[in-house]
Each structure stands twice: as structure tokens, then as C-alpha cells.
């Protein structure tokens, strides 16, 4: 069964950072790709950004390009997402993902986790 925990959410000021994070648990875990996803209130959940297993190549949606950076951890099955220089329109419930494709993971997640709030206000 594979689990996804997310932490790291909270209240930061406009232009601030936060560092989420993602624990996986399931041995083949190492092998799948992983991705976060974000939903605002009133909207579509949208696909944020993703990592191959390998760590080699990153996708992002093209708001958060520049600003945001999808790393992982394999040795400690975890997924990070730094967001720097955020702004109120990243206001949102930040969920991890994961697929074993690296393109499925971007449009339809085989496994979700329960989401962790960010809120970006002054």
C-alpha cells in the first residue's frame, strides 16, 4: 500500500519561501515518478510540477517556473517542493502524487496524499 504524507504548509508573507515536503512509504516507490499538485478554493485541481525516479528531469507548470523547485530523496523516500518568491495567487491545498510514468503522474496519479495548506497573504 502506498502511502503519501505532506507537511511543511503554512502562512508566509508575499515574496516568502516554504519548503514542502512529501513521505512516501512502498518499496517500489524508488522507481516512481512523484509530482505536486495544487487546488484553490472554487477551482480545478492543477498539476504543479514533477520528477522522473531518477531525479534527472523536472517538469513545472509554467506560473511557478523560476519560483518553484521539485527535488527528491530516494534514500529517504521523500519529495521536496521549495517555493520562493511566493504570491497570493499560490494560495492553495498542495497535494504530493505519485505514478510509476512519468507522464501519467502529470494528468492522472495512480496515489495521492491528503494535502497541506499554503496560504500566502500579508
Known amino acids: 500500500q502506498v502511502q503519501l504524507v505532506e507537511s511543511g504548509g503554512g502562512l508566509v508573507q508575499p515574496g516568502g519561501s516554504l519548503r514542502l515536503s512529501c513521505a512516501a512509504s512502498g518499496s517500489a516507490l524508488v522507481t516512481y515518478s512523484m509530482a505536486w499538485f495544487r487546488q484553490s478554493p472554487g477551482k480545478e485541481r492543477e498539476f504543479v510540477a514533477a520528477?522522473?525516479?531518477?531525479?534527472?528531469?523536472?517538469y513545472y507548470t509554467d506560473s511557478v517556473k523560476g519560483r518553484f523547485t521539485i527535488s527528491r530523496d530516494n534514500a529517504k523516500n521523500m519529495v521536496y517542493l521549495q517555493m520562493n518568491r511566493l504570491k497570493p495567487e499560490d494560495t492553495a491545498v498542495y497535494y504530493c502524487?505519485?505514478?510509476?510514468?512519468?507522464?501519467?503522474?502529470?494528468?492522472?496519479?495512480?496515489?495521492w496524499g491528503r494535502g497541506t495548506q499554503v496560504t500566502v497573504s500579508s
Open positions: 520528477i522522473t525516479w531518477t531525479g534527472g528531469t523536472t
Open positions: 502524487a505519485t505514478n510509476p510514468s512519468i507522464t501519467a503522474v502529470r494528468s492522472t496519479p495512480a496515489y
